[in-house]
């Protein structure tokens, strides 16, 4: 149930050290177990195997049920958020038993309560290491406050680098063969509703901006697999969705079983300005496309042209300050589940290049501007901006989806949603 991945070291745990910084009798023991150079740990603080998907885990993000003698992983598992002070950190996961449904801790709490399974004696190590137990020893006073230890000064005092791909860009880059590529494991993920990010970070705002009417005449431009438009199509007499990728292919046919009357049409959005008439639509919403795109003022261009006079043009973006590019994400042990491990760098903001980035272990291109380059382009296009979103995780949604929203979506914006209104 233990990793086997063995090193012979002489270092000392990493966390055994940071917890003996706290508590000056915690053992150190030597670290037999590298996940990576910066991170050595000891079998203790290593990895478990998870009993339903076999994945070996990073001690912080799975459970032992001392009843079924099995572990469940935060991955296979619902996870819950408690707020407490120990060791270094101020909160922990709470992880149902896949087999019992019982509510137990992930195993850094489980030392510090003594209910980790070395600690009961239900598991024994193969390694020759010093077993905290927690009886007589004041754990409540520290010198340090929660969090000293974690990823971003892990990462500032290892000095750990960022490696970026730019690409110079000699021809343009076809979108339609990326999604083409990316689509039957994006609608896996993405379901009929959409993903976390799209549910509760993105649509309400989106939703909110459009400010729709019942006689209003809508164009969702890049509508992939027609998640927008379905729910859209709720509250207008019309919606219309252009895509170029075989994602159309997939809300074709969402559209027949829920139903709804959806103007699909597969094309260019650059080429809107021959497939639709002069100020054609009241709303026109671009949905977390156009960082995919490479001429994205030709777009604009296009949108003004069929958009009425006074229309809405709303559209959402990956946050060109805090996504990636130019945000490079990195966790300090980069298996561990905690969020407060990880820390976003960022550089080269006003490099104005493509990226290759990776969606579901597959490349994919982003093309990176600034907010200005964002804003400018409406303005030179006959839009006035009236109201601009970061949306920011909310506690219900931390409560709901805690390792997705907590000390992640809170920290920092990934999303920039924009409302225009047309001259």
Not at 178 to 197: C, N, Q, R, Y
Not at 268 to 293: A, C, P, Q, R, T
Request: charged residues 20%.
């Amino acid at each position: 149930m233990i990793s086997n991945v063995s090193y012979q070291s002489q270092d000392i745990c990493f966390y055994c050290r940071s917890y003996n910084q706290m508590i000056g009798n915690y053992p150190e023991n030597i670290a037999m177990y590298h996940f990576n150079d910066n991170t050595p740990r000891c079998q203790f603080h290593w990895q478990y195997q998870c009993f339903t998907c076999k994945n070996q885990v990073h001690f912080n993000g799975i459970s032992w049920c001392y009843n079924c003698k099995i572990f469940s992983c935060i991955s296979c598992s619902k996870e819950e958020l408690v707020y407490e002070t120990f060791f270094i950190y101020d909160y922990y996961y709470r992880i149902i038993c896949t087999n019992c449904n019982t509510s137990l801790p992930c195993l850094d709490y489980a030392e510090y309560n003594a209910t980790h399974p070395f600690q009961l004696g239900d598991l024994k190590p193969t390694e020759n290491i010093n077993i905290w137990i927690p009886i007589g020893v004041d754990i409540t006073s520290s010198k340090y406050p929660p969090n000293t230890f974690q990823g971003r000064h892990r990462i500032m005092n290892l000095g750990k680098q960022i490696e970026k791909i730019n690409l110079n860009l000699l021809n343009p880059i076809s979108t339609k063969e990326v999604w083409d590529d990316l689509a039957e494991d994006w609608i896996k993920v993405m379901g009929d509703t959409g993903d976390l990010s799209h549910k509760y970070m993105i649509l309400p705002d989106v939703m909110r901006f459009l400010e729709l009417h019942l006689d209003d005449v809508v164009l969702d431009a890049g509508c992939g697999q027609g998640n927008l438009c379905r729910l859209i199509s709720k509250e207008v007499q019309a919606v219309y969705g252009i895509e170029q990728s075989i994602l159309l292919d997939e809300a074709k046919r969402l559209e027949s079983i829920n139903s709804k009357s959806i103007n699909y049409i597969k094309g260019d959005i650059l080429e809107i300005g021959s497939l639709y008439e002069h100020d054609f639509f009241d709303k026109v919403v671009m949905n977390m496309v156009l960082m995919d795109l490479q001429d994205y003022k030709g777009c604009m261009k296009n949108i003004s042209n069929v958009l009425k006079p006074q229309g809405l043009f709303v559209i959402s973006i990956l946050h060109p300050v805090f996504a990636n590019p130019p945000a490079m994400s990195i966790r300090i042990p980069n298996d561990s589940q905690r969020n407060e491990d990880r820390l976003w760098v960022i550089d080269d903001y006003f490099s104005r290049t493509a990226q290759k980035i990776f969606i579901l272990s597959k490349p994919f291109i982003v093309f990176h501007r600034t907010i200005s380059d964002y804003v400018n382009a409406l303005i030179e296009n006959g839009f006035i901006i009236e109201e601009m979103s970061e949306p920011q995780a909310t506690e219900d949604y931390v409560k709901q989806h805690p390792r997705f929203f907590y000390l992640n979506e809170t920290r920092k914006p990934n999303f920039l949603i924009i409302k225009a209104r047309k001259k």
